[in-house]
């Protein structure tokens, strides 16, 4: 199965500020990649497909402007969250399909907390 | 949107006991897939029951699916302290592979040594 890393694991930023977080796929090429979100206790929400050299398709209910998507290489999709507020804070997952399965393989998440 | 409900929405049992876990889902479907999440972590694939099966096996885990009452059960034999854990059910959006998955509201297993 893919490999997929995400960097930070974990991030505390102020409100108002901006913070990246990245998805690679390590061992193989992905066109597209998912964003999803989960709050404490919940399960799994998808915020946004991320698709290679294209824009990035987002969910309803999801603003475009606040959760900035860039998948410029095969490899690499990153989401940053712009101007963060608290009620920002949750677990961050990304997951890239796998070629010639239905699964999908997820990062280890990044737990973002604004303060 | 989430696909449909789990319960129980928590189980804790004894090491040695089996767990149940159940999913239910809203729309047709081509497979659901089972996925396991340690406390804090990402998720790992389980196993997946395509929609003209009903019962798969791996291992430890046994799946059973009822496209007719639109739900799946996961069951863990002899549980071990390791498979404490957050379980979720999955389909995938559009019935295709590649698409992004809709998952259930998940069941935390807590097996107690």
């Known amino acids: 199965g893919a490999v997929v890393s995400q960097h930070p694991s974990r991030v505390i930023c102020k409100s108002g500020t901006s913070v990246k977080i990245e998805c690679r796929s390590l061992d193989f090429q992905a066109t597209t990649m998912f964003w999803y979100r989960q709050f404490p206790k919940q399960s799994l929400m998808l915020m946004a497909t991320s698709n290679e050299g294209s824009k990035a398709t987002y969910e309803q209910g999801v603003e475009k402007d606040k959760f900035l998507i860039n998948h410029a290489s095969l490899t690499l999709s990153t989401l940053t969250v712009t101007s963060a507020h608290p009620e920002d804070s949750s677990f961050y997952i990304c997951?890239?399909?796998?070629?010639?399965?239905?699964?999908?393989?997820f990062g280890p998440g990044t737990r973002l907390t604004v303060t | 949107s989430q696909q449909g409900e789990e319960d129980p929405q928590a189980l804790s049992i004894q090491e040695g006991e089996n767990a149940t876990m159940n999913c239910s889902y809203k729309t047709s479907i081509n497979n659901l897939q089972w996925y396991r999440q340690n406390s804090g972590r990402g998720l790992v694939h389980l196993i997946l029951?395509?929609?003209?099966?009903r019962e798969k096996h791996s291992g430890r885990l046994r799946v059973t699916l009822d496209t007719s009452k639109k739900s799946s059960s996961l069951l863990i034999t002899a549980s071990r302290a390791a498979d404490t854990a957050s379980y979720f059910c999955a389909t995938e959006t559009d019935n295709q592979a590649g698409t992004a998955l809709i998952f259930g509201k998940g069941t935390t297993l807590s097996v107690s040594s």
């Open positions: 029951i395509r929609s003209n099966e």
């Open positions: 997951s890239v399909p796998g070629q010639s399965s239905h699964e999908q393989y």
